[in-house]
């Protein structure tokens, strides 16, 4: 009897796997029951029993399933034949052809005429989150573009100059914050971002039932403002940095400020007060659409709130002065006194460490940027790479140093970048172009050899990256769920081989480059200065490890030398990757603590509250304050959407069904003035290109705003994409405009883009959701020139 119990729950346990979703930035613990031969999963379930999810989850976790079994999923290397059509090869030939490529490009325009764009997944993949670096390094390219330079760098590169390094971003602290302020993010729909929090609309509700408050400012009437906000504020897009200026200046005038314990630790209070008084809430008014009242009420309530944080993303990054809101959300925090206390904005201590904690604490070198410029436009390298919004012209445009060849791993800019009929017209041309990717994309379909990669449950997974801004020190590691099948490999052999192929020794053992790299990371961390293996010798370290190899290896090592480690013996009780295996639900690590000042990178050692860099943006933040709007212009936002993750999901059944998703959201007033009806089509033009797409007339947006979500746009000669064609949508990057920047990042401007909206004549017969994302869509997308915007 009791044996058999015992059975039938290791049989019931050998079933269950449970492992972290890699998919978006809240790295939910999921529970998977494998089917019966072990060789799929039969249903994906929230890991109730997850230290830091509780068993939440979203459509898209459940989607893993869907996405594992996709038959257009790639399983094995393509190759381009002549007609433009893909074969499958074997590794050793793709390897072959993209040896010889490499070769004939830099001997013909050197090392920079190789470009390589990463997007978002890498930051969600072991893989590439450590054996990327080696890569680019090997490429010895100044062309590095990644997706971060149509995202987050303004809050890095800004969070960089205040604190010291682009990954000391402070985080809102949550699960004790009583008044949450939250401007251009919409966490209920994108499930959180530079704020890792799995549940986010839980943990917002949590901070209402606890009697705090959530405040949302958006042009939009987000899911957030919906379900989880006291209070939404409608702002004009691209205009955040003048709100939060207003709020600045009203403390200051009203004596509201208060740092508390980092006072000592700032420097620039004075100047942030000069540079704040112009922008009187008065004025702000007009030009954010925000009243005067409102923008000081607004003030008043975060400097009231018993611990109170101001929070950004996309809204506020990816805009004409994203670097300066993302600055003025932590001068907010810092003079309320919220900077780096419980209920604040504090800063997370990963497992893993980082370079805010490693070495002599307190003080750094800084971030640096603005070494060289691109070629074409001059534009200045931001923490190591080109931004993204200069791709195209840097391979259309002639001359010395002109782009030639393309490696993309994990990224998708033909639908991502501004200006995508552009670059996509730009890409068919490369003499040689290479995609490590899953599916045939609109990217991917221009390249000669496409590597795919593992599924996500045949791969292991632990976030290197996003326990780095978690609302909670945390660390789950999970082993891969399903063995590599034939004919694919690690992704991050393949990232090894290509490392070799770029450094010129194609032939080399991947097995002993990676014990190289392995000894260097013991080599350097041996050299760094308050590590507990300072003294000890890499090769003895390294025997240490075995039989370990791989990404394992590497993060063991990060894992034992970081905060909480085991320092390989010295700290016996301490965390090792050992440790995480015998966890499957996680290690929690407790609340986030105060870190200031050891935390803190910056030269001299202080929270730099005025950055020359940043406050040299400033004068034209005043010009804003005046600039004449042209009165027909409608300004285009984008939005996200809960069953969708950028450009790369509308392939699985379960997250595309039901209605069109991919609409253009109008304000009933401006309907009626450009004769747009709810379900008929419009044409949206930009400087740049032109979009048609259905209307969905609402009041939940700003008069003079349109929102179009992004990543559509799939009905594309060659996409290997079957389901996603038939949900097609529009691109919104078509319309795009690349030279607009944020001017400090060169981040790209995706909200608040000028656009001209009518109705679309073939509209009338209310052309069809899917049908009406295609018709121009389409043409730009497939190669055809942009239409200029009249
Ligand atoms: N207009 C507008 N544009 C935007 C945004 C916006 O809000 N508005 N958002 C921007 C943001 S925040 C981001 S992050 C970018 C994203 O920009 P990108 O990263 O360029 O685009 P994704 O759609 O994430 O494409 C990811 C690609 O990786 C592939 N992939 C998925 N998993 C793996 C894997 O395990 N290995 C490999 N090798 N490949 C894999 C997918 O098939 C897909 O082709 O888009 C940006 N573009
Ligand atoms: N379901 C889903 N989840 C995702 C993704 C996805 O595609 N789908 N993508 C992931 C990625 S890569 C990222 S970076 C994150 C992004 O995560 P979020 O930043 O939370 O996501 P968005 O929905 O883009 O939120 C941007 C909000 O800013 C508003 N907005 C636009 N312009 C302005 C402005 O000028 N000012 C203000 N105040 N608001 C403005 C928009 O209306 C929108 O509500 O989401 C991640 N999670
Ligand atoms: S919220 Fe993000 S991490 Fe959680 S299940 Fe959904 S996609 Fe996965
Ligand atoms: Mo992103």
Redesign the pocket.
Known sequence: MRLDGWRSRLARVAQTAFRTCP????TCGLELTLDEQGTGVSRVRGDADDVFSHGFL?P?GVALKELHEDPDRLRAPQRRLADGSFEACSWDEAFALVEAGLRDVVSAGGRNAVALYLG?PN?HNLSSLLYAKPLVKALGTRNVFT?STV??YPKQLASGLMFGTATTVAVPDLDRAQHVM??????V???????TAPDVRGRLQAVRSRGGRVV?????R????QSVADEHVF??????AL?LMGMVAQLFSEGLVRIGRLERLCAGVDEVRALAAPFTPERVARPTGVPAEVVRRLAHDLAAADRGVVY????????AFGTV?SWLVDVLNTLTGNLDRAGGAMFPLPATGGPNSRGEPGRGRGVRFGRWTSRVRGLPEVLGEMPAACLAEEIDTPGDDQVRALITLAGNPAVSTPNAGRLSRALAALDLMVCLDVYVTETSRHADVILPAPSPLERSHYDLALYGFAVRNVANYSPPVLPVPEGTQDEWRTLLRLTAIAAGHGRMDVDRLDDLFALDMLRREAETPGSPVSRRKPEKLLAELAPRRGPERLLDVMLRCGPYGDGFGARPDGLSLAVLESNPHGVDLGPLQPRLPAALRTPSGMIELAPPEIVADVPRLADALDAAREPSAM?L???????????W?HNLPLLVRGPARCTMQVHPSDAARLGLVDGGVATVRSRVGSIALPVEVTDG?MPG?V?I???WGHAVDGVGWSVAAEHAGANSNVLSDELLLDAVSGNAV???IPVEVLAAESGADGGGASRAGRSEGVGVGAGVPAQPAG
């Not at 998919?23 to 809240?26: G, P, S």
């Open positions: 998919l978006c930035e809240a979203c898209k978002n930051a997706a995202d987050q939250i401007l251009g993010a919409d966490p729909s994108s499930n959180g971002s530079l704020m949302v400012v958006d042009p939009r987000s899911r957030t403002a702002i004009r897009p691209g205009t955040d709100l950004g993303r996309m809204g506020t990054t990816t805009q809101a300004l936002v984008g939005r996200r959407q809960l069953r969708s993750n950028n450009s999901m947006i705003v929102s979500p992004h990543g995706l909200n608040g």
